[in-house]
Nanobody
Framework: QVELVESGGGLVQAGGSLRLSCAAS????????MGWFRQAPGKERELAAA????????YYASAVKGRFTISRDNAKNTVYLQMVSLKPEDTTVYYC???????????????WGQGTQVTVSI
């Protein structure tokens, strides 16, 4: 069982930046690909960004490409999501998740954090 704890959410003005962190309890953190998902009210949870086990491959949804950067530090069992040029439409709950399967498929993720709220004001 992997426990994931997100932090770093909050309120920011449009155009501002935030960095989310997700700490994992699992000492074998490096065997998991990691993803950051977001879910707006009434919508499906969508994959915003993902990173492979070793950090060499990343994926970004088109809505965040060029503004968000996912990274990981396997020595600290932590994955990050740096968000810049934030827009009001980025307002939602952000979840980190871990998978030993495909990092591109939501169904492959086995472990989820509780989420952290990001609110971008106009």
């Amino acid at each position: 069982q992997v426990e994931l704890v997100e932090s770093g959410g909050g309120l920011v003005q449009a155009g501002g930046s935030l960095r989310l962190s997700c700490a994992a309890s699992e000492r074998t953190f490096s065997v998991y690909s990691m993803g950051w998902f977001r879910q707006a009210p009434g919508k499906e949870r969508e994959l915003a960004a993902a990173i492979s086990r070793g950090g060499t491959t990343t994926y970004y949804a088109s809505a965040v490409k060029g503004r968000f950067t996912i990274s990981r530090d396997n020595a600290k069992n932590t994955v990050y999501l740096q968000m810049v040029s934030l827009k009001p439409e980025d307002t939602t709950v952000y979840y980190c998740a871990a998978t030993r399967g495909s990092m591109y498929s939501r169904r492959e993720y086995d472990y989820w954090g509780q989420g952290t709220q990001v609110t971008v004001s106009i």
